[in-house]
């Protein structure tokens, strides 16, 4: 098997990794990364489970090649997580009870996160649109779609609305 | 914010709990959020194999021969297994399917060998290297014929193709009941195959260790009863002695697809025995669909009566399950369809048969609702055809007939609690139905109503859970739980369970199920038990705990136990606000005072319940559960699309101990409901799958579901804990005839089969004109 050399930056960082014909950049990711916050939950681009950021656009990374991803730049839930505007997703998917078995999240919030980089404030049509390529069996998508709209309705730079973040107890006594 | 709660019966004050009955999140979402979850997918073991299963090609053959000797030379390849080279190891609760099939393949998914290699590439390449020679035999896929006379054999030492599985239940006298009714419907429903489409596919690692004890990580909703199973691998192996240690990995989706164990972990097991290294699999998205048992299909033959003022007279109900080749858990789903045929309404005359039948299609398993969403479709949409030739609206038909508090039904349950008339209610106002019911314009309304188990289902001898609770030195609190997180969030719930009867913060309460070593027994994460069965044990416990402490503050405080309390992690008087003692500080004086002492405590909560008899009668559960969905729909004449206008769906939960979690099981469960009324079928001809993949089986998308109002009921059940009952499952129960029932009210056309397909519900509009 011929193994090909590439090189491509995943969170800010510059990798190096030999590649077989048929290594898909998922594979990369989890494989020879260990970044296993890229779920792979079909292999075929049908769940959205292993959404990425790639060159600045929601793809599923099982359906790129590997080879395809030299010189790129690629950013996943792991890398994503120190930047404002996703933390303010993960807040709000935590808050309001947007993640269950949790396995659709990554892929779930890397779509909303682009979406609100292209639409700081969508409409709930435009939420359900920008996360109908990410399947969830748990949550019937609706505290998700709420999740969205509360993180887009807060102005940058401020904390969450809830007092109930990371940590936090509604009910202290 | 569509989000109500109804207090039906309870005079308490809502501020009666700090903890309890709060949006507390998920104590594992950040977590998740994060990425930093571990599912089975992402677990690694030093110098793990991975292996890869051979499926049969053909539905029903005999084996002639297997050579695995060019996948063996395959550099990387560390085992191949058959049935020829490993002890039989038959498992399901008949005993009727061996892991790896010898001399017999009954159905496509069959499992013939299966290989360890160093990665999973090696380990697929290996397996277009096996030579399986096959010699094909007659099939059958259709019950009816499995039944007759001279039908293949799936089982040929069993003599016949049905199960001896006589599920039989009777109550008054159906025959003179429909003799006296005013109106009588009799009709039969079809229901097909479905299934789980965890996002996270089903795998395992299997690690046997050198001194031949045995670890398996997965996924499992059962992790104490799945070690019981495992250990069929010793008795196998001639192994004596030895201990499993099923270590808990945190599911990607279950919803009853992990409440059985399967071929594939024991494959596994088998795999890691031979190699002496730790075995992973994983399935392919292809497998899940075509390996993972589904829900267990039915033909209902039903009949329902009624009097002239709408009261329900009797209920008869003759079904036929195709239990593939296989018996697990979906030959068992009449234990649960019985529940609503003898107690969905006060109906006094009840007639129940159901007979399970051998074919060679994929066999089923559970899956939210246990059998309920087939019966409630056919029971429900009944109900309408009833209320309509009685002339009474369907809504009123049912409150005529709804369920009370302190009834006792035909089937003997004692019903506790019960909120069906205020859900019934909710879905009036919600769906606006008395201006909405009968308009027509293509526009219909629909209501139906679900009646589940609330309070653990005794259908093992024990429906137990065990809990250990123990606080540290710092006032932190760790509970040990025998239940199982599938994502429903049972974790945070026990937590706020606990923290509200101790006085502490949720997120200063650990929970812990991670492993048949470290926790006491549980019978597993179904029938909607994890909150009222684990809630109940992890209260119990900590009571005592909490007696413990404040007997120990009594005696530093030198003050009457009776009149101390914990709140804000002190220990408080009642009557004198000065004397606070801190919990931390309090539990290290009992830990490193002379004769030291730490807070300790256990207990095995198991439900006060029956087991059914002979006749399925017997109280089942401490507590039954009721709920109603309603839905307004708008049908295209022209494509016989369903659009889904507005949807309600109002459960009695007893109380909300988090009423976010709660509304995410109502929206979650309620959406896969609608996947079943009008999306998802898995097609098989002649045994095979043919749509394993998402592009053909489609899963409902945020397209798809609508927004949802979660009405919730609190009726206070008086055994649940803070007055809680079950409710994982009722949300996915009652989605599909609700909208059945609004298809008829827009276009005036009734379906029977599921999904209702633009092109079903196009030829039903043809037909009719």
Known sequence: ?173 | MDKRIIAAGTAEAENRFRRVGKRVPKLDAWEKVSGRTQYIHDLKLPNMLHARILYSKYPHARIIHIDPSRAEKLPGVKAVITGYNTPEIRIGFLNDNPVLKKDKVRQYRDEVAAVAAVDPDVAAEALELIRVEYEELPAVFDPGEAMAEGAPLVHAKKGTNVLNLPWQFSAGDVEAARENSAFVVEETYRLTWVTHCCLGTAGCVADFHPNGNLTVYTPTQIRFLAQRDFMKVFDALGLRGKKVNVVQVKAGGAFGSKLDTYPYEYITILLSYYTGRPVKLVFTREEEFFATPGRQPAIIKIAQGCTAGGQLTFRDVKMILDNGAYTSWGATTPTVMVMPVSSLYKVPNIRYEATCVYTNNIYCTAMRGYGNPQITFAIESQIDTLAEMAGIDPLEFRLINANTPGEVTPQKFQVTSCGLKECLEAVRAGIGWDEKKGRGGGRGVGVAALLHVGGGARIYRSDGCGVILKMDDFGKVTVLTGATDMGQGSETVIAQIVAEELGVKVTDVTVVNSSTDTETWDVGAHASRTTFVAGNAALRAARQAKEKILAAAARILKHDAADLYLEGEQIRSFSQPGVRLELAKLLRQMHFAGGGQVVVADYFYDPPTEMLDRNMSGNLSAAYTYGAHGVEVEVDRETGQVKILNYVCAIDAGRAINPMLLEGQLEGGVAMGIGYALMEELKLSNGKVLNPNFLDYRLPTSLDVPKVQSVIVETDDSEGPFGAKGIGEPPAVAAAPAIANAVYDAVGVRLRELPMTPEKILAAIEDKS
């Open chain 1, 1 to 173: 098997m011929m193994f090909h050399q590439i090189t491509l930056t995943v969170n800010g960082s510059l990798f190096t990794v030999m590649v077989a014909p048929g290594d898909t950049l998922l594979e990369v990711l989890r494989e020879k990364l260990g970044l296993t916050g890229t779920k792979k939950g079909c292999d075929t681009g049908d769940c959205g489970a292993c959404t990425v950021l790639f060159d600045g656009r929601p793809v599923p990374s099982c359906l790129v090649l590997a080879r395809a991803a030299h010189g790129k730049e690629v950013w996943t839930v792991e890398g994503l997580s120190g930047d404002p505007g996703f933390r303010r997703l993960q807040e709000n998917f935590v808050n309001r009870g947007a993640v269950q078995c949790g396995f659709c999240t990554p892929g779930m919030l890397v779509a909303a996160f682009v979406l609100l980089r292209t639409t700081p404030r969508p409409t709930e049509e435009e939420v359900r649109e920008a996360i109908s390529g990410n399947l969830c069996r748990c949550t019937g998508y609706q505290k998700i779609v709420e999740a969205v709209l509360a993180a887009a309705a807060i102005p940058e730079g401020s904390r969450g609305p809830d007092q109930l973040s990371e940590g936090g107890d509604p009910a202290n006594g």
